[in-house]
């Protein structure tokens, strides 16, 4: 009796049909197993390198914008601290203006940090390079008083100059109040420096200068 054996030259037998099936599976499984897990490799570390670059960017933003709070002070802030002069100055103007008491309205006082907010937005130092000049209008006298002269930062060199013109109220409800306070005394019974309280209006004048270039004059009302 004869038989046949398919053996190979170094001895070992062949697979049979189904084992080579199954290694077959096995492989494809394997690979896509570990393209998969490639995949999810890549994904995490793309998704954490735009997280850093992400963080670093708002890092930096921050850092630039605290870096611009510390050197230079908000100008809003610079404003609030010029007008609250400019207050003092003219409480303490009395003397000068030769009345008893000058009222200032709470809107002339915004409209003036208004506007020194608007003169300041194009120079090289803001707000921190001007030097005002603070005066009243005493029209039904024919003077033009000067009341103070602020420098806002003594430090720097003036890039421009301010004159601030403020007007008394002559018309409107406050002649007829000042009149009923006076309880009908002649005007004699007063005394001529300081005879009457003044108001000022809520409107006045803002004249800048430029000090860095010539001809640069800016004349400007303010309601």
Known sequence: MSFSCNQSLDGSFPPSPAEDGVSQRLSWSNLLQRLTE??????????????????GSVADLSLSESENSFCFPLEET????????????????????????????????HNISQELLHLAVNEPCGLRGAVIDLCVDRSDQGLLCTVDQIAVDPTLVPTFHVTLVLRLESGG?????????????PPSAMSPRHHRNLRLSSSFRAIRRKLYTSGELLIEECC
């Open 78 to 109: 610079l404003a609030a601290e010029v007008v609250s002069t400019i207050t003092q100055s003219l409480n303490n103007a009395s003397s000068i203006l030769c009345c008893s008491k000058l009222i200032i309205p709470d809107c002339l006082i």
């Open 38 to 55: 490639l995949k999810g490799i890549n994904q995490r570390a793309s998704a954490d390198q735009d997280y850093r670059s992400e963080s």
């Open 173 to 185: 409800l406050w002649p007829k109040v000042q009149k009923l306070f006076k309880g009908g005394k």
